[in-house]
């Protein structure tokens, strides 16, 4: 079974800064563009980043433009996503998932189970 673990949230005052990750078993990350999505409860889920299967393009939400980055180390089967500069607004929970259309969805096949970024003011 396909398993997507994402690693890294937590509560974080504004102005701070986390890495989540994404580490994958059964699948190979390598073959798979890789996006991050987050939702706030009672909203839809909205696009973050991606990134292509080698690495070589990025794309990103105008909000988080220039704040975070989104990366992958296709040796260890991770995708990362630091998050610099965090807001209140940045509050969600962000889930990784394999699979996306580039640039900026629809979403793959493939989803973690998410993990929880608070941003306090």
């Known amino acids: 079974q396909v398993q997507l673990v994402e690693s890294g949230g937590g509560l974080v005052q504004a102005g701070g800064s986390l890495r989540l990750s994404c580490a994958a078993s059964v699948i190979t990350l390598s073959t798979y563009n890789m996006g991050w999505f987050r939702q706030v409860p009672g909203k839809a889920r909205e696009f973050v980043a991606a990134?292509?299967?080698?690495?070589?393009?990025?794309y990103y939400v105008d909000s988080v433009k220039g704040r975070f980055t989104i990366s992958r180390d296709n040796a260890k089967n991770i995708v990362y996503l630091q998050m610099n500069s965090l807001k209140p607004e940045d509050t969600a929970v962000y889930s990784c998932?394999?699979?996306?259309?580039?640039?900026?969805?629809?979403?793959?096949?493939?989803w973690g189970q998410g993990t929880r970024v608070t941003v306090s003011s």
């Open positions: 998932n394999a699979g996306v259309r580039l640039p900026r969805g629809p979403p793959g096949t493939y």
């Open positions: 990134i292509s299967w080698s690495g070589g393009s990025t």
